[in-house]
């Protein structure tokens, strides 16, 4: 398949599918192929997946990326519910681990973020170094909550004791993971680690979705 500058530029930004196959005039089914055949030469890259709408950032000249993958792509590398970036975050010189990673969404008020981060727990290879990243973000007990919930819907390695009783006796942290919303579903966690969730069990429900 040839497609010719001309075209690409008229794609050029942030389109779907369906906005490609109006733009061209052609089907949905070539529209695809239209797609694949742009990241493969490397001019289309997905910006938001999951089973939603996916949207593809189009440019005209292959996107050369600088350093290791930030947060954001970390995070949709290793979990089925797939968020927005709304920027790109790369890192220079070092590799984001699940531990970092983990602790940095803790820390975040984006509640897709909160959901999307549970299937990283079962990727923890070393509890030290997760009370390490969560004492930075200052995340200790969200990070134990939202461990908790983790273990409501996936499955999960289980948490070092010790670390789990210095998550417990963490001080000095904001209470609301997002500005006063609490949860519903999971009050005996929220009780347990003092702070509130902004989890239900319908936000758990996306997992049973996308497996």
Same mark, same amino acid.
């Given at each position: 398949?040839?497609?010719?500058?001309?075209?690409?530029?008229?794609?050029?930004? !942030?389109?779907?599918?369906?906005?490609?196959?109006?733009?061209?005039?052609?089907?949905?089914?070539?529209?695809?192929?239209?797609?694949?055949?742009?990241?493969?030469?490397? !001019?289309?890259?997905?910006?938001?997946?999951?089973?939603?709408?996916?949207?593809?950032?189009?440019?005209?000249?292959?996107?050369?990326?600088?350093?290791?993958?930030?947060?954001?792509?970390?995070?949709?590398?290793?979990?089925?519910?797939?968020?927005?970036?709304?920027?790109?975050?790369?890192?220079?010189?070092?590799?984001?681990?699940?531990?970092?990673?983990?602790?940095?969404?803790?820390?975040?008020?984006?509640?897709?973020?909160?959901?999307?981060? !549970?299937?990283?727990?079962?990727?923890?290879?070393?509890?030290?170094?997760?009370?390490?990243?969560? !004492?930075?973000?200052?995340?200790?007990?969200?990070?134990?909550?939202?461990?908790?919930?983790?273990?409501?819907?996936?499955?999960?390695?289980?948490?070092?004791?010790?670390?789990?009783?210095?998550?417990?006796?963490?001080?000095?942290?904001?209470?609301?993971?997002?500005?006063?919303?609490?949860?519903?579903?999971?009050?005996?966690?929220?009780?347990?680690?003092?702070?509130?969730?902004?989890?239900?069990?319908?936000?758990?429900?996306?997992?049973?979705?996308?497996?």
């Amino acid at each position: 398949m040839v497609i010719s500058e001309n075209v690409v530029r008229k794609l050029e930004g !942030l389109q779907t599918v369906d906005t490609i196959s109006k733009k061209l005039g052609i089907k949905r089914r070539t529209a695809i192929q239209y797609v694949s055949h742009l990241r493969k030469k490397g !001019l289309a890259e997905t910006v938001r997946g999951g089973r939603k709408i996916r949207v593809y950032r189009i440019a005209r000249v292959p996107q050369i990326k600088i350093g290791n993958p930030g947060y954001y792509e970390t995070l949709n590398e290793n979990s089925p519910i797939k968020i927005w970036e709304p920027y790109e975050h790369r890192v220079i010189g070092r590799e984001i681990s699940v531990e970092e990673t983990i602790a940095w969404a803790s820390s975040t008020n984006v509640n897709r973020v909160h959901l999307a981060v !549970l299937a990283l727990f079962n990727k923890v290879k070393d509890w030290s170094r997760l009370y390490k990243w969560a !004492l930075h973000f200052n995340s200790r007990r969200k990070v134990g909550a939202l461990y908790d919930v983790a273990r409501k819907i996936v499955r999960v390695k289980k948490m070092d004791g010790r670390i789990r009783k210095k998550l417990l006796m963490a001080k000095s942290e904001k209470r609301y993971m997002y500005p006063y919303v609490k949860s519903k579903s999971f009050k005996d966690i929220e009780k347990r680690w003092r702070v509130f969730i902004d989890l239900n069990w319908a936000d758990l429900m996306r997992y049973k979705e996308v497996s």
